[in-house]
């Protein structure tokens, strides 16, 4: 929020500053560009206050023209904005180049940008998985109840992964994965520690090499292959050596896809190794749901399983799956939900039935690059109670923790970061307040000059217009409405009765600046056309046009109210 607070500030909207659309013609530019030349020209002031303020806002009129009026530059600042024509090696560029064209050149400029940060990055990520035996609770009777210490259910870890990884470019081609992982079940210990290699060889393939030692099967040497066969389908091959205490054991696998569509991918796999097994799956992802279906032959298991997620369309990127599996092994149902519970977390719950596996609750929350995962085996029966426990618990846990805890600290953080980017930028929106406070000024000979106008003819005359941020009836009591009065500047726009404001934000129009920054803002105006008042109010990126194509209501100047309006 305070990054596109901040880039709100910086980046200037050029066409908002020319009042013009984005679509506009050289003549459209020119027009407006000259009649603010009139309005801010230097050369019309002699107090040496004003001229100063009159040329700098001359020149911001300038620069936008010189930007949107040559067809080079104007690509570039439609594509990346203001920024976009801050990026070194424009000069170099050819001029008639097309927007694509543009937009590629602007890529590899980045990227020789990014390049020189390159050895400065690495991507940590880890795991840390905690397993709990909790068939105590479930399992035993009523004479084990009373053998227990304290009367209380045994509950113990029976199992605890920790996992890191991290990854550093070594070149442009090169990448280097080192990973490590430490494990403990039933007082027993294991770790590993695992590197890769990645060399991408061209845009359609790459290849790795893989040495892992710490493994209790001993060490082991691996060499993947990746490679785009056509625009559709792609092939990857792995091979591996691994040096066991029986000798050597060498494994192969072999998968290739295919977009079956836009939305769907097919799958199929061959392994051979320890556990060998053919496995074939079709994957249809797309906005609103995830579908997958996968069949398997194998040694010691074969299995087919289908499952389902439906993906709602809210804030929260909330998610809904069930799967079902059937095998040699029995046959596992799961289900469960997943949410986003803050900007870089995501919790999710999921039920595990399974015949003969019992019941296991599983928790996992994923935290920008860490993910915890807790799994709670409940029962090694299929008990109602344990379902059912299993799938209510963590729903009202969940509510509990979100009403109370969660929304909380998330409205604490949004209020934090509002205020920490108020501080940051107040310099910058002291400076834009001047310099619309100057824009008025300089404006009052123009706007007094179209008033006079206007009267004459019954034409149109803003009485009054506002802002910013306005509080309304259901808002709470304590919050204060952050707008400023534009009355002058929006007079000044005001051509043969008419005012037009194009689609973008009104705080770029001259004499206006952002009140409330990162907060939502619109306009209310009360305006006089032949003799009749109106009220208008307007989204801050809507157009307006009046007195023509807009919604309004005659009303009186007695019934006019302007509660809880605090000029900045």
Not at 66 to 87: C, N, Q, T
Not at 381 to 394: D, H, I, K, N, R
Request: hydrophobic share 35%.
């Amino acid at each position: 929020m305070a990054a596109s607070a901040d880039s709100e500030l910086n980046n200037q909207d050029y066409y908002s500053l020319l009042n013009v659309r984005k679509e506009a013609t050289q003549e459209e530019l020119k027009s407006s560009y000259r009649r603010l030349c009139m309005l801010y020209h230097p050369d019309k002031h002699r107090d040496p206050e004003l001229k100063n303020q009159a040329e700098q806002l001359f020149n911001q009129v300038h620069q936008a023209y010189k930007v949107l009026s040559d067809d080079h530059s104007r690509a570039i600042y439609d594509i990346f904005g203001k920024e976009g024509l801050e990026v070194e090696g424009w000069e170099l560029v050819e001029r008639k180049r097309t927007p694509a064209e543009i937009r590629e050149e602007y890529e590899r400029l980045r990227r020789e940008r990014e390049d020189r940060r390159l050895q400065q990055r690495t991507k940590p990520k880890g795991t840390i998985s905690v397993s709990v035996d909790a068939t105590d609770l479930f399992d035993c009777n009523d004479e084990d109840f009373d053998d227990m210490p304290g009367g209380f259910p045994y509950i113990e870890i029976s199992r605890m992964h920790i996992s890191q990884s991290i990854e550093a470019p070594l070149t442009n081609c090169d990448t280097a994965v080192l990973s490590g992982s430490l494990s403990t079940q039933h007082g027993r210990g294991e770790g590993s520690i695992n590197m890769t290699v990645r060399r991408v060889t061209s845009a359609e393939g790459w290849g790795e090499v893989e040495f892992d030692a710490g493994d209790i099967l001993g060490p082991l040497i691996g060499l993947k292959v990746f490679r785009n066969v056509t625009s559709r389908c792609f092939l990857t091959a792995h091979c591996g050596l691994q040096f066991s205490p029986r000798g050597l054991r060498p494994s192969y696998s072999l998968m290739t896809a295919r977009h079956l569509d836009q939305n769907t991918m097919g799958y199929l796999q061959w392994r051979w190794g320890s556990n060998s097994a053919m496995t074939t799956s079709i994957v249809r992802d797309t906005e609103s749901s995830h579908f997958s279906l996968a069949l398997q032959l194998g040694v010691p298991h074969s299995y087919l399983m289908m499952s389902y997620q439906y993906k709602f369309q809210d804030e929260d990127q909330t998610k809904v799956k069930g799967s079902i599996k059937t095998g040699w092994f029995g046959t596992v149902v799961e289900y469960g939900a997943e949410r986003k519970i803050s900007r870089h977390s995501v919790m999710s719950a999921t039920v595990r039935v399974g015949v003969p596996q019992g019941v296991t609750l599983k928790i996992r929350l994923a935290r920008a690059s860490q993910t915890y995962l807790f799994r709670i085996h409940l029962t090694d029966q299929l008990l109602p109670s344990a379902v059912f426990y299993a799938t209510v618990g963590p729903l009202l846990v969940y509510t509990v923790i979100h009403r109370l805890v969660i929304i909380p600290y998330i409205q604490t953080q949004k209020e934090q970061e509002l205020e920490l980017q108020r501080k940051s930028s107040a310099t910058d929106i002291a400076k834009k307040k001047q310099e619309a406070e100057s824009a008025v000024l300089l404006m009052q000979e123009s706007v007094r000059r179209i008033i006079e106008a206007e009267e004459s003819k019954m034409g149109l005359i803003i009485l009054n217009a506002w802002y910013g941020k306005f509080v309304s009836d259901t808002s709470q009591k304590q919050e204060k409405a952050k707008v400023i009065d534009v009355t002058v500047p929006l007079q000044c726009l005001i051509k043969d009765s008419k005012l037009i404001l194009t689609e973008s934000s009104k705080a770029g129009l001259p004499g206006f600046y952002d009140p409330c920054v990162g907060e939502d803002k619109s306009l209310k105006l009360l305006y006089q056309f032949r003799g009749v008042m109106h009220q208008v109010i307007s989204a801050d990126t809507d157009p307006l046009r009046i007195p023509k194509q807009c919604q309004y209501a005659a009303i009186s100047p007695k019934t006019q109210d302007y509660d809880n309006v605090s000029v900045q």
